[in-house]
């Protein structure tokens, strides 16, 4: 047998509490997010106490810089696994989520 | 790179991982404590009393369910905590996915200590394979690869998160509870062996193991992935339990075999049929003068109104279909049904071994059971356990 990946979506339905359509999923997506925006500005967070204890001037250093283009396709594939992780309950196919890299310029 | 767990089944974890399972943790946290506190505040200071004036009172968990439903606190409350549950599998799934090929190799490792007995021919009940039970995708029992550990793997990572903490370092609290309960309580009775039924990754297995040092410990449970990475577990901890795939509802061994039969969070997710052939089985595999436990959820009858409302949430939102039935049961009858004497029966609640220690621990045993927000259930304020059993005469 090929390892298959763990599913992320359970079976069956998933239960509206709220009376219009939609809100649970949408209040499923803020809380993914906001998982995520938690994790960014903790890594961040780190990075800068890192860079401090190297003497390190972030803020102006992070301003100068500029990306490669094996850079700049890592980064695109980042902000497709975000999306990806975002819109999960709403079923977001890996497909979709392609055509939007397709789609991305780099980082302006 | 940090490890999930001290023992080789353990996962590396990102920072990335860390900060999202930190991230889920709070939340539960969040939702456990003050979106149910607000819900609760809620029923007591303004949909209880309306009912009230009406001259309608809420007089059962049904009742109270239907009334707190259209009510904001409860859809909040419901909505976020299910979006947490999904979240908690989601957040550990990434890692266990990164490693499962190593996970699996180490898993096949000859065993030292105990031994792992797999049966490919059981078949599995449906109420294991029907259900993503407690919203866990796959469950226990989907085989993702040859020689699969996933599910066990996922089952140990999401204890971190689910429980923050309140099963104990190793979650092995409830098992060290209660063999240190009946170590400190029975001090004359000593079994040479015991049997843990649905023991899933065994983590309520090995402690039996540590209190009893000189019992031969076995451990069963259906779903294979499960039984795996217990026995790696184990045995990378260096503690021998023979771990078997057995159905406990008509399990392979003789007739009074063991001096311990229990059970930690087992029955609550069978059918009432298959409780009672368990049961029956229990009795059958217990030596005369042996006993039986169940850790589990308290009893409806014993706990106050408002608490078997919150109780049942998970039975119609958690997909966990069995679990009203159950804790609506009597559950002294459950036993007197399966063979036991109903004066034999014996029921109590525990503070938390690992938590309080053994001083502490050894006074407690002999107060008077308490049935209240903290019993049974999770709480990030603490917990008191509740279990339930007989001696076999
Ligand atoms: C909630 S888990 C038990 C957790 C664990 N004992 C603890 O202390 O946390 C339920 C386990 O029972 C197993 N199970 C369900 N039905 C079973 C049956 N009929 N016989 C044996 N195991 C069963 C499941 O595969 C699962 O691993």
């Given at each position: 047998m090929s390892t298959r990946r763990i599913p992320r979506k359970r079976r069956g339905q998933r239960h509206q509490?709220?009376?219009?359509?939609?809100v649970d999923e949408v209040l499923s997506c803020v809380l993914r997010l906001t998982s995520e925006v938690s994790a960014l500005s903790e890594r961040l967070y780190l990075t800068e106490r890192v860079l401090e204890a190297q003497g390190l001037n972030v803020a102006n250093e992070v301003e100068r810089y500029a990306l490669s283009e094996a850079e700049e396709s890592a980064l695109s594939a980042e902000r497709q696994r975000l999306i990806e992780t975002v819109l999960a309950q709403l079923g977001a196919s890996a497909q979709g989520a392609e055509s939007i890299e397709d789609d991305a310029g780099g980082p302006s | 790179m940090n490890r999930s767990h001290d023992h080789d089944m353990a996962v590396s974890l990102t920072q990335h991982d860390r900060s999202r399972r930190a991230f889920v943790a709070t939340l539960r946290s969040h939702v456990l404590q003050r979106m149910a506190g607000d819900l609760r505040q809620h029923f007591e200071g303004t949909v209880g009393p309306e009912h009230e004036k009406l001259g309608a009172p809420l007089e059962s968990p049904e009742a109270i369910h239907e009334a707190l439903k259209p009510e904001l606190p409860f859809k909040a409350y419901s909505s976020v905590r299910t979006s947490a549950q999904e979240m908690v599998f989601d957040v550990v799934s990434d890692a266990v996915d990164r490693e499962l090929e190593t996970l699996n190799e180490r898993a096949a490792q000859p065993a030292k200590k105990g031994s792992l007995t797999l049966n490919p021919a059981l078949p599995l009940p449906k109420s294991v394979t029907g259900i993503d039970v407690?919203?866990?995708?796959?469950?226990?029992?989907?085989?993702?690869?040859?020689?699969?550990?996933s599910a066990g793997a996922v089952y140990d990572n999401s204890i971190d998160v689910f429980a923050f903490g309140q099963f104990g370092k190793r979650h092995n609290d409830i098992g060290a509870t209660l063999s240190n309960y009946l170590r400190l309580k029975f001090p004359e009775f000593v079994p040479t062996s015991i049997l843990d039924c649905g023991c899933t990754i065994g983590h309520n297995t090995l402690p039996w193991a540590e209190t009893y040092p000189d019992a031969e410990v076995t451990a069963i449970d259906v779903a294979a992935p499960v039984l795996r990475y217990a026995h790696a577990r184990a045995e990378s901890m260096g503690v021998p339990v023979d771990f078997r795939q057995m159905n406990a509802t008509a399990m392979d061994f003789e007739d009074e075999q063991f001096d311990v039969v229990f059970s930690s969070m087992f029955m609550h997710e069978l059918p009432l049929k298959h409780i009672q052939q368990y049961l029956k089985e229990a009795f059958r595999v217990l030596k005369p003068g042996g006993v039986l436990w169940q850790m589990e959820l308290p009893p409806m009858n014993a706990m106050p109104l408002y608490e078997n409302f919150y109780m049942n949430w998970d039975t119609y939102?958690?997909?966990?279909?069995?679990y009203g039935t159950f804790r609506k049961q009597d559950y002294r009858r459950l036993l007197t049904d399966a063979g036991f004497a109903a004066d034999d029966f014996i029921e109590a609640t525990m503070p938390r071994y690992t938590f309080i220690g053994e001083a502490a621990f050894a006074e407690s045993i002999h107060s008077d059971n308490t049935f209240d927000t903290l019993t049974g259930r999770m709480d990030p304020k603490g917990t008191r356990w509740y279990g339930f059993g007989a001696w076999k005469r």
């Open positions: 509490f709220f009376d219009a359509d939609g | 407690h919203l866990s995708p796959g469950a226990y029992h989907e085989e993702r690869a040859d020689n699969d550990v939102y958690n997909n966990e279909p069995y």
